[in-house]
């Protein structure tokens, strides 16, 4: 087996963690035009709630990724309600608020759970065979988490009445107001899935992971890059992305170095963005 | 004075006044609207007849006054005045325009049951026939006078007890005009809704209502019956 399957079959699976880690922020930043520099923060909390779901409660996996979720959206809901809510359209205060946000996180649990990090078992062992390269099996499950979250979100926020008030809102707030839609509830259901899809890439990467408190700094800028590239409000448009840029930073490192690899990639996104600035996959807007 | 002297209010306005952070534009305005009313609001640009609609709507917020709508204050976001029953219609349509028209309409209808919202979207086809062959065209490629239609239409949707139209006849053909008036005068008639609309265009505002407030920076400078608008108040209060 030459060197190129493999380095795709790397990609798909960097793709699916970066989709994943991803998805929430396409909410949060692309439809609510908030950018929350606490995202990564919800992932580690998302990945904490596995650890002791599943290590500390010895519960099984699946209930780990479903409280998680649970536990980063209804933070997130709160976070809205508390914070968020009083500064929509205020950029500067936005990122003042979210950087404090993002800090308090970090320090909780560094008190609560001190700076060690936490272990998550790999809840499926072993790997599977393609040709005479072995993969874990449980890229799988990262692959098939993000594919249906995707199915998810875009079943959400286009077949659904949810869905629907939300990109009302998104086009015009005073008239999807002026038509009986409650915005401010909506702001903090929205605000809060986009937080519980963090959670729930925070479950899903752990086993593969480090879990300790200052984890989340390392997820913003991947997560902020892919969404942007793919077109900010864009679910499909952040998948294609995601796979754009984990397979070339791939399929490159089989080439070279990793480090050179993601130079490439890097100096690619700032050329994608200086020739198409609302990204790749942006709706032409008039 | 008016037509229909032992009709109920359905709004009423006392003392309102309201504006903008950059200076105030309504100054005590105080009015009503009865059952069975169709108001033409006049008045220059820049009057303040927008403001007040906005006003009506929950979008901004009175400094002073009371607004009543059958019998309850009116307060709240614009989301709890719309589902109190008043539907608006703003200058300039606010189509959803990456919405298709039938998502459009059915956005009207945000507290009715499924049945019931598919009943109205029939019955608003049947008022506006034309957006019939546009249903699945996003909203934003129609034309001024098909978008014009689909947000009475829309606003219909949502079964409203007042009707608020901003300017409905501002840049579209004659024809289209003189359909949409129409429109109007079935929808008043089989549904009894009350109306008001601000218009520019005298001809249409006067075919279609029993009685006009016309404003004047900011206050009620006229009103009364359809009849009682005389050369002297569109002199005076209209003429540029
Ligand atoms: N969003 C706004 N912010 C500040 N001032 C406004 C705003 N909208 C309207 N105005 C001002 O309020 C006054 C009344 O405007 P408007 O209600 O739109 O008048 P009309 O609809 O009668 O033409 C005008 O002087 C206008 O400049
Ligand atoms: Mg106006």
């Not at chain 1, 490439?264 to 709706?283: D, H, M, Q, T, W």
């Not at chain 2, 009685?211 to 209060?237: H, N, P, T, W």
Request: a positive charge; proline letters at 3%.
């Amino acid at each position: 087996m030459g060197i190129l399957p493999i380095q795709l079959m790397n990609g798909l699976f960097a793709a699916s963690t970066l989709l994943l880690c991803s998805l929430g922020m396409v909410i949060i930043f692309g439809n609510m035009n908030v950018v929350n520099l606490a995202h990564g923060e919800f992932i580690m909390v998302g990945a904490y709630t596995a650890w002791f779901i599943s290590a500390v409660a010895r519960l099984p996996f699946v209930a780990a990724v479903a409280g998680a979720a649970l536990v980063a959206g209804l933070f997130g809901a709160v976070v809205e309600r508390v914070v968020i809510k009083r500064f929509y359209q205020r950029f500067e205060e936005t990122l003042l608020a979210t950087y404090a946000i993002s800090i308090i996180m970090t320090q909780i649990f560094r008190l609560g759970f001190s700076s060690m990090k936490k272990i998550v078992e790999l809840p499926v062992r072993g790997g599977f065979e393609i040709g005479s390269m072995t993969f874990p099996k449980y890229n799988l499950v990262i692959v098939a988490a993000a594919a249906t979250a995707v199915g998810f979100v875009c079943l959400l926020f286009y077949k659904t009445p949810f869905g629907r008030r939300v990109r009302a809102i998104r086009q015009n707030r005073n008239m999807a107001m002026c038509l009986g839609i409650n915005a401010s509830a909506t702001d903090t259901l929205s605000f809060g899935l986009g937080c519980a899809l963090a959670g729930l890439a925070g479950a899903v990467t752990a086993p593969v992971k480090i879990v300790f408190p200052a984890m989340g700094a390392s997820y913003l800028m991947d997560s902020f890059s892919t969404v942007v590239v793919g077109g900010v409000d864009s679910f499909i448009g952040t998948a294609a992305s995601s796979a754009l840029i984990s397979e070339s930073t791939s399929v490159l490192g089989g080439f070279m170095s990793e480090v050179y690899a993601q130079i490439i990639v890097l100096v690619g996104i700032i050329l994608i963005l200086r020739f198409r600035p609302s990204g790749l996959f942006a709706k032409e807007r008039r | 004075m008016t037509v229909n002297h032992n009709s109920g209010s359905v709004l009423s306005a006392v003392g309102v006044s309201a504006g903008y952070a950059a200076g105030r534009v309504l100054h005590g305005i105080s009015f009503e609207v009865r059952a069975g009313d169709v108001i033409a609001l006049i008045g220059r640009n820049g009057v303040g007849k927008t403001t007040l609609l906005r006003c009506i709507m929950g979008l901004i917020k009175p400094d002073c006054g009371r607004i009543e709508f059958l019998g309850a204050p009116l307060a709240g976001p614009a989301s709890a005045i719309a589902s109190s029953g008043i539907a608006y219609v703003p200058q300039g349509r606010d189509i959803f325009s990456d919405f298709t028209v039938r998502e459009n309409l059915f956005m009207g209808a945000q507290r009715a049951k499924k049945g019931v919202a598919a009943e109205r979207f029939d019955s608003v086809l049947e008022y506006f026939p034309a957006l019939r062959a546009h249903l699945d065209r996003r909203g934003g490629v129609l034309s001024g006078g098909q978008q014009q239609q689909l947000a009475i239409g829309r606003a219909l949707m949502g079964a409203p007890k007042l009707l608020l139209l901003d300017e409905p006849t501002e840049g579209i053909q004659p024809n289209i005009v003189a359909h949409i008036s129409d429109i109007l005068g079935r929808v008043h008639e089989s549904l009894g809704l009350p109306i008001i609309i601000v218009e520019q265009n005298l001809k249409f505002a006067m075919g279609r209502a029993n009685r006009f407030l016309c404003m004047q920076k900011g206050s009620i400078a006229a009103c009364g019956d359809i009849g009682e608008l005389s050369e002297d108040v569109i002199a005076k209060y209209l003429r540029v």
